[in-house]
């Protein structure tokens, strides 16, 4: 499985996004895709996950209300929308596939898109 992530850039504070990650390969193989950031100087944080089938989303609690993971499954490509940007979503934007919804063990990552949020 190769993933392809993207949509990040520079934004101002109070802004949304939406990141991107494409899937491609062994695409049935995929259980759930999940996404993590990392900030400068921290370690990756675990944000929240959705069923390849896209019937259940699972959030992080700190991540409940700005952050929305959706699916199309025409395109194999998995969402995370983010509204109402800080400074402090200022991250490395990684996705990753999983067995289950906690995304204890990443199988694939992708490349990660970086977001910078300019107060």
């Known amino acids: 499985v190769q993933l392809q992530a993207s949509g990040g850039g520079l934004v101002q504070t109070g802004d949304s996004l939406r990141l991107s990650c494409a899937a491609s390969?062994?695409?049935?193989?995929?259980?759930?895709m999940g996404w993590f950031r990392q900030a400068p100087g921290k370690g990756r944080e675990f944000l929240g996950t959705?069923?390849?089938?896209?019937?259940?989303?699972y959030y992080a609690d700190s991540m409940k209300g700005r952050f929305t993971i959706s699916r199309d499954t025409a395109k194999n490509t998995v969402y995370l929308q983010i509204n109402s940007l800080k400074p402090e979503d200022t991250a490395v934007y990684y996705c990753?596939?999983?067995?289950?919804?906690?995304?204890?063990?990443?199988?694939?990552w992708g490349q990660g898109t970086l977001v910078t949020v300019s107060s």
């Open positions: 990753g596939t999983c067995w289950e919804h906690l995304c204890s063990n990443v199988l694939y």
């Open positions: 390969g062994r695409t049935s193989s995929i259980y759930y």
């Open positions: 959705i069923s390849w089938n896209g019937r259940s989303t």
